[in-house]
Nanobody, 124 residues
C-alpha cells in the first residue's frame, strides 16, 4: 500500500515556473514506477511524465518536452515535477501515481495508487 500526497500547485503567469512534489509513504518507494497525470475541466485525464524506479528512464508527453522535468529522490520518498515556461493550456489538476512493476508506463490504467491532486492555474 502506498499513500501519495501532492503539493506545490498554485496560480502563476504564463512563462512562469512551478515545482510540484509528491510525498510517498512506505519503505519501498524505489520499487515503484512513478507518473504525473493531469486533468483539465471537461477533458479526460492525460499523461504528463513518468520515471522508472531508479530514475534512469523518463518519458514525457510531447507538449511538455523541454519544459517539464520529472525527477525523484528515493532517499526522501519524493517525486518532483519541475514545470518551466508554463502556458495557459497547462492549467489542470495534477496528480501523481505509483505503479508496481518495472515498465515505465504512460497508460493511467496501469497505475495502482493515486494522490488527491493539486491545482495548477496558468494565467495569460
Amino acid at each position: 500500500q502506498v499513500q501519495l500526497v501532492e503539493s506545490g500547485g498554485g496560480l502563476v503567469q504564463a512563462g512562469g515556473s512551478l515545482r510540484l512534489s509528491c510525498a510517498a509513504s512506505g519503505r519501498t518507494f524505489e520499487s515503484y514506477v512513478m507518473g504525473w497525470f493531469r486533468q483539465a475541466p471537461g477533458k479526460e485525464r492525460e499523461f504528463v511524465a513518468a520515471i522508472s524506479g531508479s530514475g534512469r528512464i523518463t518519458k514525457y508527453f510531447d507538449s511538455v518536452k523541454g519544459r517539464f522535468t520529472i525527477s525523484r529522490d528515493n532517499a526522501k520518498n519524493t517525486l518532483y515535477l519541475q514545470m518551466n515556461s508554463l502556458r495557459p493550456e497547462d492549467t489542470a489538476v495534477y496528480s501523481c501515481a505509483a505503479r508496481a512493476g518495472s515498465y515505465t508506463s504512460i497508460d493511467d490504467s496501469r497505475y495502482d495508487y493515486w494522490g488527491q491532486g493539486t491545482q495548477v492555474t496558468v494565467s495569460s
